[in-house]
């Protein structure tokens, strides 16, 4: 074997996740494009509005309680290494809006919805139900891609938001039951210490990683490969790659949003 | 009607098609026989533009059907998949009406249904399969609701890929003639793939055999048992010894 044979293999890797991310790129703005074009599908968008939206709500909510819970239980303990017990409800609130909120959310909506169009697609695919739609001149970025993506853009945020207010929710609980709190100044502390930046940057990243949700379900279901086997590595390949991708965007933003 | 000339079409290293030319005549049925992975389908698929050729020309009317408004193009085919290729989310009237729920060709809600279920009639499925889910029903079903929906819009030209593919004889029987009534009363022009010799003789006008990604022979069904091609021959008549190999 050659001395740079794994120089080699390394620029063929960094090239193909180069060109991997290109094509994405460029997915995700033709499908973004295709969102403000008509024709537009409302039943289609009504559908992804029930499956992102209303049907995860359960997933979302019980993740943000039992987050909420344990963030409480932590900060209890250890702020009293150093007599900061009291500063649970301001940590509660500031950790479940600017992080935990959207990031638990996102990867929520990775696991449940990315997988869930990602097998779709894909599985329309291997079964030519794409190629009837252009047969039946339905443009399938335009039934398929777009209301998913627009879905995901609007809901997601809102999920976000219900999952803060859960997981403060559940962070009071046990505040106020466990821990002996007054529930009065819970909820004083709670509200004087948020700042509207802390629930925008929450709703923003709600809405960038629903986007990057979806994108990554329709693009990895739409360049699925053939047979059962296709359909197993675009799922895994999409949850994958939004969970990284989610998590990625969560950086960038916090850095935008916070390091100012 | 349909023209294709010297089409090139190759998947990596794989050359599916290497020089494809073929026409057919308007309001004819031409059925394209060939073994397995001979590109059939991908002939077809190259004139939909569900695939794009490498080379070559793909004329429809004597216009190059890589040009033009493409929902028009489209809007005159029907197409008949392999595995019937119906929407799972959706009921069947609706598969079946689904051109004419959606674009330039809609109709309103209640006239739909009423044509998809007229489709379904002829296609021999009662209307109370309208409301079923594609995966409550049979393959013999799921092919006849597949024909309903590539009629319903009453195309001028209609593609009929693997038709009777894992259908019993009865049911490929039926399908085979009920794919012969449709074309002629329409008045369509019809390309049918496929490797089951019961359904060209039921269905063409004319056959045309596909081997190592060109076209071997055509000519008139009624020619086909004596074409004198020791491939269609060997085909033709299934045999394992011949030009053709089995193992491919």
Known sequence: ????????????????????????????????????????????????????????????????????????????????????EAVVPQIVAIGMVRELG???????????????????????????QIDALVTLSTHPMKYLVAPRVLAALLTVPALVAVGDVIGIAGGYVVAVERLGFNPATYLKNTVDFLEMRDIVSSLVKGAAFGTIAAVMGCYFGMQSGRGAQGVGRATKGSVEAAAVLILAANFLLTGLFFSL | ??????????????????????????????????????????????????????????????????????????????????????????????????????????????????????????????????????????????????????????????????????????????????IREIVTEMGATAVTITHDMSSVRAIADTVA?????????????SQLDTSGDPYVEQFVHGRAEGPIEAVR
């Not at chain 2, 055999?209 to 000519?219: A, F, N, Q």
Request: charged share 20%; with cysteine.
């Open chain 1, 102 to 128: 959207p990031v638990l959310v996102g990867l929520m909506i990775a696991a449940r919805v990315t997988s869930s169009i990602a097998a779709e697609i894909a599985t329309m695919k291997v079964t030519e």
């Open chain 2, 1 to 178: 009607m349909i023209t294709l000339e010297n089409v090139n079409k190759s998947f990596s290293d794989n050359a599916v098609l290497r020089g494809v030319s073929l026409y057919v005549p308007k309001g004819s049925s031409m059925v394209i026989i060939g073994g397995s992975g001979t590109g059939k389908s991908v002939a077809l698929k190259c004139i939909l533009g569900l695939v794009t050729p490498d080379s070559g020309r793909i004329l429809v009317d004597g216009r190059d059907a890589t040009q033009g408004d493409r929902d028009a193009f489209l809007a005159r085919f029907g197409m008949l998949f392999q595995g019937g290729a119906l929407f799972d989310s959706l009921p069947v009237w609706q598969n079946v009406a689904f051109r004419l729920l959606r674009g330039a060709l809609a109709r309103p809600r209640g006239e739909a249904r009423e044509i998809a279920i007229e489709k379904l009639r002829r296609v021999g499925l009662t209307p109370d399969v309208a409301d079923r889910f594609p995966a409550e029903l049979s393959g013999g079903m799921q092919k006849r609701v597949g024909l309903a929906r590539a009629i319903a819009a009453e195309p001028e030209i209609i593609f009929f890929d693997e038709p009777t593919t894992g259908l019993d004889p009865i049911m490929a029987g039926v399908i085979n003639d009920l």
């Open chain 1, 1 to 84: 074997m050659s001395p740079t044979a794994p120089l080699g293999a390394l620029g063929r890797a960094v090239l193909a996740v180069l060109a991997l991310f290109g094509r994405v790129t460029l997915f995700a703005v033709d499908a973004i494009g295709h969102i403000f074009r008509p024709p537009f599908y409302p039943r289609e968008f009504g559908l992804a509005l029930l499956n992102v939206g209303w049907l995860s709500l359960p997933v979302v909510g019980l993740t943000a309680i039992f987050t909420g819970g344990a963030l409480a239980l932590q900060i209890y303990s250890g702020g009293a290494r150093f007599n900061a």
């Open chain 2, 209 to 221: 055999m596909l081997h190592g990604g060109k076209i071997r022979w055509t000519g008139p069904v």
